[in-house]
T-cell receptor, first 110, second 114 residues
Framework: EDQVTQSPEALRLQEGESSSLNCSYTVSGLRGLFWYRQDPGKGPEFLFTLYSAGEEKEKERLKATLTKKESFLHITAPKPEDSATYLCAVYGQGAQKLVFGQGTRLTINP | ETGVTQTPRHLVMGMTNKKSLKCEQHLGHNAMYWYKQSAKKPLELMFVYNFKEQTENNSVPSRFSPECPNSSHLFLHLHTLQPEDSALYLC?????????????FGDGTRLSIL
């Protein structure tokens, strides 16, 4: 069964303090790993797709990386507007559906 | 309009009421999905439609009844719900349900069962 575990559950940082969020997964034949951002009262907003180990994607202050067992979302010099819940999901050959983690709630204090 | 639109944004209903949630996508996608999001739990996939055909029912109780009249519209009909059904219901769409293209979500309907 495909599984996704995100850590930490919550993270509080000061503005400008860089850090990383972790997404560990077990899946039979990874076909894609997805990162989403979700603001309160909104639906998840698509950020990145990673397809194979070693791949990296960047968008503004965010950088996503992928290994065979986990993905990291690195946040460099974050701003208060980066505060949100970040969701990780995997799509495997077996389940053929997105399996989500519980998310990491990120708070950036000014 | 662009993206995925869900209506209503908020719904309060009694356990004996019947109501429907609506989802419309303007992305030209062929697959649509219903998810349930409860506090402290991962998103739970409920139903999948691909080219208007239901391809997944994730053991959802029969008090939830989906309908997909075309690739752009998706409904979730609700009747005799339970208090534990209170949650955020999210609709999503993607190019199709068997490729690994990303899903795009609406902002959800916040459902409260009295």
């Amino acid at each position: 069964e495909d599984q996704v575990t995100q850590s930490p559950e919550a993270l509080r940082l000061q503005e400008g303090e860089s850090s990383s969020l972790n997404c560990s997964y077990t899946v039979s034949g990874l076909r894609g790993l997805f990162w989403y951002r979700q603001d309160p009262g909104k639906g998840p907003e698509f950020l990145f797709t990673l397809y194979s180990a070693g791949e990296e994607k960047e968008k503004e202050r965010l950088k996503a990386t992928l290994t065979k067992k986990e993905s990291f979302l690195h946040i460099t010099a974050p701003k208060p507007e980066d505060s949100a819940t970040y969701l990780c999901a995997v799509y495997g050959q077996g389940a053929q559906k997105l399996v989500f983690g519980q998310g990491t709630r990120l708070t950036i204090n000014p | 309009e662009t993206g995925v639109t869900q209506t209503p944004r908020h719904l309060v209903m009694g356990m004996t009421n019947k109501k429907s949630l609506k989802c419309e996508q303007h992305l030209g996608h062929n697959a649509m999905y219903w998810y349930k999001q409860s506090a402290k739990k991962p998103l739970e996939l409920m139903f999948v439609y691909n080219f208007k055909e239901q391809t997944e029912n994730n053991s959802v109780p029969s008090r939830f009844s989906p309908e997909c009249p075309n690739s752009s519209h998706l409904f979730l009909h609700l009747h005799t719900l339970q208090p534990e059904d209170s949650a955020l219901y999210l609709c999503a769409s993607s190019q199709d349900s068997y490729s690994n293209q990303p899903q795009h979500f609406g902002d959800g309907t916040r459902l409260s069962i009295l």
